[in-house]
């Protein structure tokens, strides 16, 4: 036996020796080890199984003794013996406890993974799907990033992006669709009788517009419809799109009321939302801003069902977001809306251009009555009063409380007015609804609040409430349109009653808390931005309901409301609206009256009516007295300023003073004394006289020294305010300096036009 | 309201190739929807380790290294434990609610072990209600053979919707995912 016998030898026994102790060994071909023929079984040395000492313990494996020896050397020599053993002595010098490298996770329902559980993949890699219908990061089969050329992918930063491994991980993760279906269906809450009605309708309608006042459920009535379908098998996968403040509260009622399905909030980084946009779901829900953005990258054919809350968001057709909407068309659609029409019937129009095409044209919005005739099989509205009893829901009452802008407000408003409609008529035919619009909005901040100051008629309104008129155990919800400028500054002045401030800069995470701090702790105000939680949210622990300032449409003012008055709501509902007396709110809210006439007849009763109120550019331009740059001038007896007599210069002034709300006294047109007329009006504060001395000078400039003069005529008179010069053309700077700081009034021939427009007084 | 119970599936995965062991533990609702997944990162017994911890390899890794770890490291408050692998069942001793292992009906033929210490758990077969999965045993540890017939009722309220084994293929492809996409679970 040679040396290269001893090694196979030993091969043999040191790999069996710790496991068994085989006692021969077979050699078939031994005549090619051994000298002597014949023999194939020879013996082995007999080793001993290895004994554990007594203190042997997994969990510190280092105790561990082993003896080994050999008790039947059969014809192996001592020298054999001896080279075994001393082999197997050094096992326990290898012998290290098993290391535990630690652990990672995530929890999905609180969307939170371990640190550091993030991935680089090219992103292209997730636009590819494989064989196996996964994307092929995601498919264990033919996923290209397990080459070595992946390595030198991930580390190309610029084709790169970060992306949580366990979120790569969750659609695996998932039961397998329709494995789950054949249980019977269990709802949390039983469906009111009108709500089974709306199921039904859903259900048995491929293009249906569910139109239910706010708060009566349209969006559950939805999901059951939803889920009767995908367990019938006629709908395989469904979108719901809505407005993103209320993605989270479409998410938790699917998990309440739809609890096999699905369920995924398309959101996060661009990656993240394409993984989820191709994973195996039942229903994505995604809101209108990032479909827009995804809409490009996204299988659109895999859905066979989509739901558009608050549909009216697509009223119109030429935005991006309608556009991208309309690339997506499942065979059923589904539109949910309290509010479907808020100005004009073309906005129900292009709404249905989407539900059902070719149903309505928009030929058909001068027909109001056909309109409501084509729509009725694919529409059902019911409003809360209809259904009040059934949903024991208590009662609402609406107040309007017309306040007076306080002294520096007033002052601040008027100097604004001035100073924009001279700015709005410089624009001339350039100015468009934007300029007006600005301006509007810059008034109503000063409605609510004086920001130099801090004074706020309104404020002091409603702190005076609270503190005497409202329950202390009661809660309020503060709408405004402008977080900035008036919620966060009056949310220090409120603090002392427990105050939180909801609005579109926070976070959904800090919303979601905000939500829930004001419902479970001491907090008893809300203030809320009205486009960040005017739809959606469900805050039925507040009964009371300000808002502080006015949307444009009443049907804003109207589902602000809804987040308290609605399914769950007990109590009576008090809603008050804030208004300032002489200021842009008195003219809007004249507006807002024939447009809540014109919603109520449209689509509560769907019957005729006139559509002369319609919300229009001329509308918006009339609040300050102009008109709209694009509509040709009307063929009217007016003729331009210069053209004007001095007799009809003055006559047109007191035409003027009248329409401001002057009483008007004119005097001589000879011996005047020094003043045209006379104007005298009563404010709040008391009776305001004027002396007004007009100078028709289209083309020249009013000096110092008729400025002087009724001046003088203003000093000798002690019952007159102030004094009014009034001018065609421009004052000279003196006069201007002289006026400075007295209770002189200059007004030259550009700020009259301004004026004139401003009350529609045409030169004539 | 959907009464909020939550499953944790338990296993631990060997990776052939890289003769290392991956634990993991999926947690689901009632829906069988997932709600936490945990994995540890590769446990990689050396060539000398293996064979000095012989049968004792894979429970020491399971249940002492993986499985504790795992269990302890969930947020959701479970309540029932399901392996897939009867040496788990001794993760019992480290958490306060029924352990199950649970197998197919009839694809395991039993064979009694003359070295088995510890008596076996009590088994009991679940009939899926709905008639759609194939019968499974279900067994508890030596330790609490209550275990299985407090959880009988939980297990087949599940199993009428769910594979109570299905879980375990998803575990098993999400780590497939794992240990291709990330090298540290190589």
């Known amino acids: ?764 | 309201m959907t009464t909020e119970k939550f499953f944790g599936f338990l296993t631990l995965n060997r990776n052939e190739n890289e003769n290392s062991y991956l634990g993991a533990l999926l947690v689901v609702d009632v829906m069988s929807r997932p709600i936490e997944f945990r994995v540890t990162f590769p446990v990689k017994p050396t060539a000398i380790q293996r064979p000095l911890y012989g049968d004792v390899l894979e429970p020491y890794i399971g249940v002492e290294l993986c499985g504790k770890q795992l269990i302890e490291s969930v947020d959701h408050k479970l309540d029932c434990v399901i392996v897939n692998q009867e040496y788990l069942l001794e993760i019992r001793k480290d958490i306060n609610c029924p352990v199950i292992y649970a197998q197919r009906a009839g694809e395991v033929i039993e064979i009694s072990s003359t070295e088995s210490i510890k008596p076996p758990g009590k088994k009991t077969q679940i009939n899926s209600t709905s008639g759609r999965f194939q019968p499974i045993v279900i067994s508890s540890s030596p330790r609490e053979p209550e275990d299985s017939i407090s959880a009988k009722e939980m297990v087949e309220r599940l199993f009428e919707d769910i594979d109570l084994l299905e879980p375990f293929e998803r575990i098993e492809n999400a780590l497939g995912v794992l240990v291709s996409q990330d090298e540290r679970f190589k």
Not at chain 1, 584 to 604: G, T
Request: proline share 5%.
């Open chain 1, 1 to 764: 036996m040679d040396e290269s016998d001893y090694s196979l030898w030993f091969k043999i026994a040191h790999r069996l020796i710790p496991l068994h102790t085989p006692k021969c060994l077979e050699f078939p071909n031994l005549d090619t080890s051994f000298s002597e023929p014949g023999i194939n079984i020879v013996n082995i040395p007999q080793l001993l199984k290895p004994e554990q000492s007594k203190n042997f313990c997994p969990v510190t494996p280092k105790q561990t003794n082993i003896s080994t020896s050999i008790i039947s050397p059969g014809i192996l020599n001592a020298n054999d013996q001896i080279g075994i053993l001393s082999e197997i002595t050094e096992i326990p010098q290898l012998f290290e406890k098993i290391i535990f490298n630690g652990k990672t996770g995530k929890d999905y329902r609180n969307k939170e993974s371990d640190k550091d559980e993030t991935l680089q993949l090219p992103l292209d890699a997730f636009k590819e799907i494989c064989i196996h219908g996964a994307m092929k990061p995601l498919c264990e089969y033919c996923s290209p990033l397990q080459s070595e050329s992946s390595k030198k992918k991930s580390t190309n930063i610029k084709n790169s992006h970060i992306v949580n491994i366990f979120d790569l991980l969750l659609p695996l993760l998932q039961p397998p669709l329709g494995e789950n279906f054949d249980s019977n269906i269990s709802i949390p809450q039983k469906l009111f009788n009108f709500q089974r009605v709306g199921v039904k309708f859903l259900v048995e309608k491929p293009n249906a517009l569910l139109a239910d006042e706010m708060g009566t459920g349209k969006s559950i009535q939805a999901i059951v419809a939803l889920r009767f379908l995908i367990r019938l098998g006629k709908v395989k996968k469904g979108l719901v799109i809505c407005p993103k403040s209320i993605l989270s509260d479409w998410d938790k009622k699917f998990w309440d009321w739809a609890p096999e399905l699905q369920t995924r909030v398309v959101r996060g980084n661009k990656d993240t939302r394409l993984i989820i946009w191709k994973s195996p779901n039942h229903v994505c829900l995604v809101s209108y801003d990032t479909l827009r953005q995804d809409i490009d990258d996204i299988p659109i054919n895999q859905f066979d069902l989509v739901v558009l809350d608050e549909i009216q968001r697509i009223k119109n057709p030429d935005t991006e977001t309608a556009k991208a909407i309309r690339m997506i068309q499942p065979t059923i659609r589904w539109g949910l809306s309290g509010t479907p029409l808020e100005n004009r019937i073309e906005e129900l129009i292009a709404i249905y251009s989407y539900l059902k095409p070719n149903l309505l044209h928009y030929d058909d919005a001068n027909n109001p009555i056909d309109v409501k005739r084509k729509i009725s099989p694919y529409f059902l509205r019911r409003r809360l009063k209809d259904v009040k009893d059934e949903l024991e829901l208590g009662e609402k009452v609406k107040n309007e409380i017309w306040l007076e802008l306080k002294d520096a407000q007033r002052e601040s408003y008027e100097k604004a007015k001035e100073e924009g409609i001279v700015e709005l008529n410089k624009h001339g035919e350039a100015i468009t609804i934007q300029h007006v619009l600005a301006l509007i909005g810059y008034l109503k901040q000063i409605c609510n609040r004086e920001s130099l100051t801090g004074e706020s008629c309104k404020l002091e309104y409603l702190i005076d409430v609270l503190e005497n008129d409202i329950d202390e155990e009661e809660k309020v919800l503060v709408f405004s349109q402008y977080p900035e400028k008036t919620l966060k500054p009056i949310q220090h002045d409120l603090e002392k009653f427990g105050v939180q401030l909801y609005s579109g800069q926070l976070t959904e995470n800090k919303r979601n808390a905000v939500l829930g701090s004001f419902e479970n702790d001491q907090n008893r105000i809300l203030l809320i931005s009205i486009k960040a939680g005017g739809l959606g949210l469900t805050i039925t622990s507040a009964n009371h309901v300000f808002h502080f300032d006015h949307w444009w449409n009443p049907a804003i003012a109207d589902q602000a409301e809804g987040r308290a008055y609605r399914r769950g709501q007990t109590k009576t509902v008090f809603v008050t609206t804030l208004f300032t007396i002489n200021t842009i709110e008195e003219d809007i809210h004249k507006l807002l009256a024939n447009k809540r006439h014109l919603f109520q007849d449209i689509v509560d009763d769907l019957s005729d009516t006139s559509l002369s109120a319609l919300l229009s550019e001329d509308e918006l331009f009339g609040l300050f007295g102009l008109r709209s740059p694009k509509k040709p001038k009307s063929q009217s007896t007016e003729k331009p300023l210069e053209d004007l007599s001095p007799y009809e210069f003055e006559d047109m002034i007191s035409k003027l003073c009248r329409e401001i709300g002057y009483a008007v006294r004119e005097t001589k047109r000879s011996r005047d004394g020094g003043v045209d007329l006379y104007a005298k009006r009563d404010l709040v504060t008391g009776t305001e006289s004027l002396i007004i001395q007009c100078k028709h000078y289209p083309n020249g400039v009013v000096g110092v020294e008729k400025v002087r003069e009724l001046y003088g005529v203003l000093a000798s008179r002690q019952d007159i305010s102030r004094a009014v010069l009034i001018t065609s053309g421009q004052f000279s700077s003196t006069a201007i300096d002289f006026a400075s700081g007295k209770n002189l009034k200059l007004i030259n021939g550009d700020e009259l036009k301004g004026i004139l427009i401003r009350y529609k007084i045409s030169p004539q």
